[in-house]
């Protein structure tokens, strides 16, 4: 797992009231970022070519010199781009961790082998080789009224569907097939919606975390509060180790407090009796309704800082 150490340690130090204040600070760096990560991952872009088309201009060359000129730099460009930028595992995470997630691992497509028929990798893309898995977390003031939560949900999902959707570009850019894995969204089957992978399988297989007994996975630093995205590639990545230790500590305390005795059994997840609690509609509008199972987990914000 690669995360972001430094915003972690700031994340330690600072007080509720300042997380908002936070994330609004990433959101600034992630525009530098995307700045640099643009330069140095896909250098054959169009300020690129704007800049060589400019200095040749100032060469006062002929427009046909000119034209044969900037053809065959971005030809020249291109191959060696290829070849410079060839991806690894580092630098697929550290695209992640630019575009603004928090934690980014690499997942096995090979390893999904216990995943239903329709839902492992190569059902999207077949020929799916690593499933990289981005995080970023629930801020910790949204995570005191149901109102505060919905806002702050809407906004997550968007963020982290559009970390996933910048990485499916940037690795395309690179001439590999990628496929951005919506957070949220999915298929329709028999009146209950499905995700083209389970993300929080997909995030242990990449050592993000484990999944506990609330179902929801659990990551050391980030506890129950990590939202998920994934990008499928055919991009040959080095995997992540698995974390090998449970993080759930068994207190039982979301299976008791679960309002719809949706975890009742360890085995089987009620997926209809905890739709009917965790989702109201309001004024038209659907609002949460329950994340007790996430927000009053003991771990809901990490091994470090119990709650
Ligand atoms: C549909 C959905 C729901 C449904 C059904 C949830 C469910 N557990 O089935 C409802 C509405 C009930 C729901 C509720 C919630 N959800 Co929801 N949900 C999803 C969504 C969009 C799709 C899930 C899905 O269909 N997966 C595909 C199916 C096939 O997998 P599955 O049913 O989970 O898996 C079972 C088997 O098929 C098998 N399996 C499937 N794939 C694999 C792979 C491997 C390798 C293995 C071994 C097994 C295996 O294992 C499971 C055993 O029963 C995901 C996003 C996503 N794409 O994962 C978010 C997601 C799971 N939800 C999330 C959250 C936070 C919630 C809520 C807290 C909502 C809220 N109030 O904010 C609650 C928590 C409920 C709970 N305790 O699990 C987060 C979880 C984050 C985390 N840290 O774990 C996700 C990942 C969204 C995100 N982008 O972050 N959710
Ligand atoms: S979201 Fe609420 S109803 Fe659903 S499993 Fe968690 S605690 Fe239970
Ligand atoms: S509340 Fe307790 S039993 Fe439930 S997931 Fe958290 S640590 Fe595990």
């Not at 006062?60 to 060696?80: L, Q």
């Not at 690179?174 to 028999?190: D, L, M």
């Not at 389970?198 to 659990?218: D, M, P, Q, T, Y």
């Not at 939202?227 to 449970?246: F, Y």
Request: positive net charge; contains cysteine; hydrophobic residues 30%.
């Amino acid at each position: 797992m690669t995360d972001k150490t430094d915003k972690m340690n700031k994340t330690d130090k600072t007080d509720k009231m300042n997380t908002t204040d936070k994330m609004n600070k990433t959101d600034k760096t992630d525009k530098t970022n995307k700045t640099d990560k643009t330069d140095k991952a896909n250098k054959t872009d169009k300020t690129d070519k704007a800049n060589k088309t400019d200095k040749t201009d100032k060469a006062n060359k002929t427009d046909k010199t000119n034209k044969t000129d900037k053809a065959n730099k971005t030809d020249k460009t291109n191959k060696t781009d290829k070849a410079e930028n060839a991806l690894n595992s580092e630098i697929v995470k550290e695209l992640g961790l630019k575009a603004g997630a928090w934690v980014a691992g690499i997942a096995a497509s090979k390893d999904f082998d216990l995943a239903p028929e329709g839902y492992k990798p190569t059902d999207t893309l077949p020929e799916c080789l690593s499933v990289i898995v981005f995080g970023i977390p629930v801020p910790k003031d949204a995570l005191e009224t149901t109102e505060e939560y919905t806002n702050s949900r809407k906004k997550m999902i968007e963020k982290i569907n559009d970390i996933s959707k910048d990485v499916e570009k940037q690795i395309r850019a690179n001439g590999y097939r990628a496929q951005a894995i919506n957070g949220f969204g999915g298929k329709w089957v028999n009146g209950r919606q499905y995700g083209l992978i389970s993300l929080k399988h997909a995030a242990e297989l990449a050592g993000l975390g484990v999944i506990g007994r609330n179902k929801l996975l659990i990551n050391p630093k980030y506890g129950t509060l990590l939202w998920l995205g994934a990008v499928l590639t055919n991009a040959d990545l080095i995997p992540d180790n698995r974390i090998q230790d449970s993080i759930c500590n068994n207190c039982n305390k979301c299976v008791e407090l679960c309002p719809s005795n949706a975890l009742e059994n360890p085995e089987m997840f009620k997926t209809k009796e905890c739709s009917r609690w965790a989702f109201k509609q309001v004024s038209g509008k659907m609002v949460v309704n329950c994340f007790l199972c996430r927000n009053r987990c003991s771990l809901r914000i990490g091994l470090d800082r119990k709650v």
